[in-house]
Nanobody
Framework: QLQLAESGGALVQPGGSLRLSCSAS????????IGWFRQAPGKEREGVSC????????IYADSVKGRFTISRDDGKNTAYLELTNLKPEDTAIYYC????????????????????????WGQGTQVTVSS
């Protein structure tokens, strides 16, 4: 069974940067597609980014495009989400998720897969952007 654990969340000032990590255990992460989601207070969880196995396809929500970068290091069984130029509206709990097939990110014509497509989830890490 694949287990995921996020880390790297923190309190940062607007304009700051963070790198979130999603470490996998139990199974190899390399064959899974990985998604990052976030849930702000009082709001529904939303998709942020997706990366296919092998890293050939990456997709971003419009709200983070150009500021966030998703990546993966299968040798370390870890995925990352680099957050730059952070804004107060980026404040949320960030979750990573994974599932088959490895090409899942390609299934929705450039749109992010829904969270229902992902079966394995981490516990989340808090990102707070405030001065």
């Amino acid at each position: 069974q694949l287990q995921l654990a996020e880390s790297g969340g923190a309190l940062v000032q607007p304009g700051g940067s963070l790198r979130l990590s999603c470490s996998a255990s139990g199974l190899t992460l390399s064959i899974y597609a990985i998604g990052w989601f976030r849930q702000a207070p009082g709001k529904e969880r939303e998709g942020v980014s997706c990366i296919n196995s092998g890293g050939g396809t990456t997709i971003y929500a419009d709200s983070v495009k150009g500021r966030f970068t998703i990546s993966r290091d299968d040798g370390k069984n870890t995925a990352y989400l680099e957050l730059t130029n952070l804004k107060p509206e980026d404040t949320a709990i960030y979750y990573c998720a994974a599932d088959f097939p490895g090409s899942l990110c390609d299934y929705y014509s450039g749109n992010l897969p829904p969270q229902a497509d992902f079966g394995s989830w981490g516990q989340g890490t808090q990102v707070t952007v405030s001065s």
